[in-house]
């Protein structure tokens, strides 16, 4: 089994959509990003890669590529996983998003029928809280958005992983 914690952060902004886990929240601000700034999905991504030992989404889909602007991020996600469930099986997710307005809890149940099919899982398998920082920094103030995400991967072969990846590999090369 390995465990992967992920976290990514945007500015809020007047004029772009609000996505969370591929699914559109009704807001005056939504993130301001690359693609289309699904800070949910991306946290998810990294969580999967970090888990797996294979770098985080910038080294897998770089801002710097033309290709990756206002992409949706389910697509990224699909071809994270894609590359995951080549070694591992995802178990589970639990995330949180951190935003004062608007609410999520109406959404999450929406946020979980987007996720899980794309993940793999279950429904029952895919955690998605709501919080706030009541007031405190820029999260607190409205300015931003954040979440985190831990995953759950599992083995797919029964052999035990080396402690280091080869030199010059990753674990899915």
């Not at 990224?76 to 609410?103: F, G, H, M, W």
């Amino acid at each position: 089994m390995r465990v992967g914690f992920g976290f990514d952060s945007h500015r809020l902004t007047e004029g772009r959509r609000l996505v969370l886990g591929g699914v559109d929240i009704p807001s005056p601000k939504g993130e301001d990003g690359h693609s289309d700034g699904d800070v949910l999905i991306h946290a998810v991504i990294d969580a999967l890669f970090g888990a797996a030992c294979s770098g985080d989404i910038g080294s897998h889909f770089p801002p710097s590529d033309p290709a990756y602007k206002d992409i949706g991020s389910l697509v990224l996600l699909t071809k994270a996983v894609d590359e995951i469930r080549k070694s591992y099986r995802i178990v589970n997710i639990d995330c949180t998003v951190i935003l004062e307005r608007p609410k999520i809890l109406p959404f999450v149940s929406a946020i979980r029928s987007s996720l899980a099919p794309v993940l793999g899982i279950g429904e029952c398998a895919v955690s998605v809280k709501g919080k706030t920082k009541e007031g405190l920094d820029a999260a607190g103030e409205g300015k931003s958005i954040e979440a985190y995400a831990t995953v759950l991967l599992e083995e797919l072969s029964t052999e035990k992983p080396e402690s280091h990846p080869p030199e010059g590999k990753t674990w899915m090369a």
